[in-house]
C-alpha cells in the first residue's frame, strides 16, 4: 500500500527561525511530490512540485530537496514569519495513479 | 466566480436527514474530488471524478455518493447523515486526474451532524 509519512507531527518555532519538515514515502513507481501548504480555515495551496529528476526547487523562503533513491523529501523554511504558521501537506503521486497519497500533515506555529 | 467555490460554508444537520454540498469550479478541470479533513487524519478522499460522466471511489466512500454531470459541478450527497460524518469536506479540482497534476481546492464546508 502507497504510503506517506510526514515529521515532525507538529512543530513550535520562533519567529526568524529556519526549520525543515520531513516526507518519506513508498508511492511506486514515482511520478512527483508535491508540498501544500493550508493556512487554517483554508483549503490547501501547491507550494512546490519536485519530479524524479530534480533535487532541490525553491520558491521564495521555501526550498523543497528530494532524493529519490531513499525516497525521502524535506521543505526547508528560511527566516520564518507569522505568516508561515500553517499546516504543509506532502502529496505523491505515482505513475498513472489517479490518486494521488496524501500525508497527514506537519502543523507549523511561529511565535513572535 | 474564479477557481472552485463550495456552498454551504458551513451546516448544522440532524442525523438521518439527506444533505448535498455542492462544488462549482470554472477552470474546465477535468477532474475533480472530494475529501473530509479530520484532526489527527489528514485529508482523506471521498469520491473522484476524472472526466464528466465518471465517478470512482476513493478511501472512505461509504455513506457517500456523487455525480458529474458536466465539467464544472461536481456534487457530495449524505443520503442519511450520522454524527461520524462531522468534518471539514474539501473539493478539489485538477487539469487531468494521472498526472500528479496539481489540485486546486475549494474554501471547505464545515459540517456538523447531531
Known amino acids: 500500500k502507497n504510503q506517506v509519512e510526514q515529521s515532525p507531527q507538529s512543530l513550535i518555532i520562533l519567529e526568524g527561525k529556519n526549520c525543515t519538515l520531513q516526507?518519506?514515502?513508498?508511492?511506486?513507481?514515482?511520478?512527483?511530490l508535491r508540498w501544500y501548504k493550508q493556512d487554517t480555515g483554508r483549503g490547501p495551496v501547491s507550494l512546490t512540485i519536485m519530479t524524479f529528476s530534480e533535487n532541490t526547487k525553491s520558491n521564495g523562503r521555501y526550498t523543497a530537496t528530494l532524493d529519490a533513491d531513499t525516497k525521502q523529501s524535506s521543505l526547508h523554511i528560511t527566516a520564518s514569519q507569522l505568516s508561515d504558521s500553517a499546516s504543509y501537506i506532502c502529496v505523491v503521486s505515482g505513475v498513472g495513479s489517479y490518486i494521488p497519497t496524501f500525508g497527514r500533515g506537519t502543523s507549523l506555529i511561529v511565535h513572535p | 466566480i474564479a477557481g472552485i467555490t463550495q456552498a454551504p460554508t458551513s451546516q448544522i444537520l440532524a442525523a438521518g436527514r439527506r444533505m448535498t454540498l455542492r462544488c462549482t469550479q470554472d477552470m474546465r478541470h477535468n477532474a475533480m474530488y472530494w475529501y473530509r479533513q479530520d484532526l489527527g487524519l489528514g485529508l482523506r478522499l471521498i469520491h473522484y471524478s476524472n472526466t464528466a460522466g465518471t465517478t470512482g471511489k476513493g478511501e472512505v466512500p461509504d455513506g457517500y455518493s456523487v455525480s458529474r454531470a458536466n465539467t464544472d459541478d461536481f456534487p457530495l450527497t449524505l443520503a442519511s447523515a450520522v454524527p461520524s460524518q462531522t468534518s471539514v469536506y474539501f473539493c478539489a479540482s485538477s487539469d487531468s486526474g494521472g498526472r500528479g497534476d496539481e489540485q486546486f481546492f475549494g474554501p471547505g464546508t464545515r459540517l456538523t451532524v447531531l
Open positions: 516526507c518519506n514515502y513508498t508511492v511506486s513507481p514515482f511520478s512527483n
